[in-house]
Nanobody, 124 residues
């Protein structure tokens, strides 16, 4: 599965952005979709994930209540709505995919496919 992110950019503290990830395939090949991020000189970290048909979501504590993950299976697309952005949210955001048919997504070891990433910069 190929993943292509879009929607990154520069925003001021307190602002909002919506990231989009388009998958080349759908169905069972996008069993769990998610987002990770990597800030400069830091390890890549989990942000959010959403299960098949959007029945279940979970978030990193650092973004809970500010970010919302959703998916449109008709379009093979997953979104990350980011509100109340903070300077510490600055990072390259990566779309991630886990194929059918078990498990979830909490760490890099749960991921089968990665996008190229999109830069999000929050100015303080």
């Amino acid at each position: 599965v190929q993943l292509v992110e879009s929607g990154g950019g520069l925003v001021q503290t307190g602002g909002s952005l919506r990231l989009t990830c388009a998958a080349s395939e759908g169905g069972s090949n996008t069993y769990v979709m998610g987002w990770f991020r990597q800030a400069p000189e830091r390890a890549r970290e989990f942000v959010a994930a959403i299960s098949w048909s959007g029945k279940s979501t979970h978030y990193a504590d650092t973004v809970k209540g500010r970010f919302t993950i959703s998916r449109d299976d008709d379009k093979n697309t997953v979104y990350l709505q980011m509100n109340e952005l903070k300077h510490e949210d600055t990072a390259v955001y990566y779309c991630a995919n886990r194929e059918c048919c078990s498990g979830s997504m909490y760490s890099e070891s749960d991921v089968h496919s990665w996008g190229e990433g999109t830069q999000v910069t929050v100015s303080s």
